[in-house]
């Protein structure tokens, strides 16, 4: 099947300690990302990457750190530096839109990260 | 500065009628929307999209509008279904890049 995974489903981790969250991708797709979701908010883009081995901040960036060493792998690294990292990630992937118009992206089925 | 707005926090519908879920946005750049349901605790999935250039899409039971002018995008469901029940993101595409801007999303609930 192809598709994005990501686990943990549900992660806990005592304030102070980095934690990473996995997303693996068999989609093929160039693009992969991270966003943050909030209570009564929208998507908020963390990092994104459009290829291997490069990577670029998106609007919530701060505290997070990524790596893209592998097409399929974009994992993301909750740092010790992020005030609030209490919330539900997800990671996403596409085509690049210069292959195709219509390059929508797809969702893996998200972490819940509690920082106690 | 919110570029995509999503101004119904919530829309209660019964089993039947029809859902209508609106979204404006500011930046005339953007070339491409899409609309996305979520369940709790799961990933968003893709519903419909519409590219700049068409002002109608239609695929079943959902239909999205698009009037460039005004700035505004619609998503109409019809008939809606207790099933329909999610949260429904707007999200739009910059003429360049991959990048997507997404609304703070509606929570639609169908009454049957």
């Known amino acids: 099947d192809g598709g994005i995974t990501q686990s943990p489903k549900y992660l806990f981790r005592k304030e102070g300690q980095n934690v990473t969250l996995s997303c693996e991708q068999n989609l093929n797709h160039d693009a992969m990302y991270w966003y943050r979701q909030d209570p009564g908010q929208g998507l908020r883009l963390i990092y994104y990457s459009q290829i291997v081995n490069d990577f670029q901040k998106g609007d919530i960036a701060e505290g997070y750190s990524v790596s893209r060493e592998k097409k399929e792998s974009f994992p993301l690294t909750v740092t010790s530096a992020q005030k609030n990292p209490t919330a539900f990630y997800l990671c996403?992937?596409?085509?690049?839109?210069?292959?195709?118009?219509?390059?929508?992206?797809?969702f893996g089925p998200g972490t819940r990260l509690t920082v106690l | 500065d919110q570029q995509v707005k999503q101004n119904s926090p919530s829309l209660s519908v019964q089993e039947g009628r029809i859902s209508i879920l609106n979204c404006d946005y500011t930046?005339?750049?953007?070339?491409?929307f899409l609309w996305y349901k979520k369940y709790p605790a799961e990933g968003p999935t893709f519903l419909i999209s519409i590219s700049s250039i068409k002002d109608k899409n239609e695929d079943g039971r959902f239909t999205v509008f698009l009037n460039k002018s005004a700035k505004h995008l619609s998503l109409h469901i019809v008939p809606s279904q207790p099933g329909d029940s999610a949260v429904y993101f707007c999200?739009?595409?910059?003429?360049?890049?991959?990048?997507?801007?997404f609304g703070a999303g509606t929570i639609l609930r169908v009454k049957s």
């Open positions: 930046n005339s750049m953007f070339d491409y």
């Open positions: 999200a739009a595409r910059g003429e360049y890049g991959n990048k997507l801007v």
């Open positions: 996403a992937s596409s085509i690049d839109r210069r292959q195709g118009a219509n390059n929508e992206q797809f």
